[in-house]
């Protein structure tokens, strides 16, 4: 556990409205007017810096940074056309979240000994930890186009490496350029972390992550997952290098399910002792309780072993 005195403090920026909750870092897309984003620790002071786009790499944004009197600068890929924050993570490892356009996100991994980036991913709606080890996310997909996707609920661990990040089948040509089948695949259960396999799914089956991932501190958080069917909770529990999953359904009497012109979504989860509050929206706002002791473990999720690729049959 983190001492108090040692909890980096990250600058935000009002006029863009940056929240920054439960690991949430919410910012509305504005690149033509990039805000500052600094992460200001003991160990080190790092900040984004916007210049013109280069004509030739297309890279507009590279991060500075002042470790113990050690000065290097890291540039960003052409694809972050924003930053909106820096979170220390654990090892000298920085979290650069950023967004690439109007829908998706963008996450830089970068190695402060090695004076690089050593990752990057695309995602939807990215939550890290309190202590920068996880970042919980869902698997990024084309917002265009895409015949019949599916939300599927991701975990990447930060101090892990590029390649203990990535499915063991993934194709070794691929692996390094691969931005999109990252992570340990925490939910729907057994669906493992394939190329292409949150596309054509049928729709009366499909899953929907329906809100953001809502953190606890550093190694529990909620979200909720919503198909034609149901509503429910998902609890994450990390522990011991696993992730241990467990889900409620919430009964249409508290979800408000049964108005399906306005599907439920999870707007906010805190514990509160051995239950868990719920803010759920659908035309209205719902307070909800339920117990911890009445979720179910669906699986676990080996955080040591390189991500599963292939579902198991």
């Not at 967004?99 to 402060?112: L, S």
């Not at 939300?151 to 499915?167: F, G, K, T």
């Not at 089956?205 to 991932?213: D, E, K, L, M, T």
Request: glycine content about 8%.
């Amino acid at each position: 556990m983190t001492a108090p005195s040692a909890i980096p403090t990250l600058l935000c920026v009002m006029a863009l409205a940056c929240v920054i909750t439960s690991g949430q870092v919410l910012q509305k897309f504005d690149p033509e007017h990039q805000q500052p984003a600094k992460l200001v620790s003991p160990e080190l002071t790092a900040e984004a810096v916007a210049k013109p786009e280069d004509p030739t790499t297309g890279v507009s944004h590279s991060i500075e940074i002042n470790a113990q009197g050690r000065k290097l600068t890291v540039p960003l890929p052409f694809q972050f056309s924003q930053v909106n924050a820096i979170i220390q993570g654990p090892a000298g490892k920085l979290v650069v979240v950023g967004r690439g356009n109007a829908y998706g996100y963008e996450i830089g991994i970068i190695d402060t000994a090695a004076s690089r980036l050593v990752d990057r991913f695309a995602c939807y709606d990215p939550a890290v930890s309190a202590d920068g080890q996880y970042i919980a996310y869902t698997k990024f997909f084309a917002p265009h186009g895409v015949p019949a996707p599916e939300d599927h609920a991701m975990l990447y661990v930060v101090a892990r490496s590029l390649l203990e990040n990535r499915p063991l089948d993934l194709r070794k040509d691929i692996i390094a350029s691969d931005d999109e089948d990252v992570g340990f695949a925490v939910y729907p259960p057994g669906i493992g972390n394939r190329e292409g396999d949150n596309v054509n799914v049928p729709p009366e089956s499909a899953h929907i992550v329906a809100g953001y991932y809502f953190w606890k501190d550093a190694g529990q958080y909620f979200f909720a997952d919503r198909t034609p069917k149901e509503f429910r909770m998902v609890w994450v529990a990390i522990a011991h290098g696993a992730a241990v999953v467990r889900s409620l359904v919430i009964p249409p009497s508290q979800s408000g399910f049964v108005q399906k012109e306005f599907p439920p979504r999870l707007e906010d989860a805190k514990f509160e002792g051995e239950s868990a509050k719920l803010t759920i929206r659908t035309n209205v706002i719902r307070s909800v309780v339920v117990s911890l002791a009445g979720f179910t473990k669906v699986g676990s999720v080996d955080l040591a072993a390189r991500p599963a690729g292939l579902a198991p049959k």
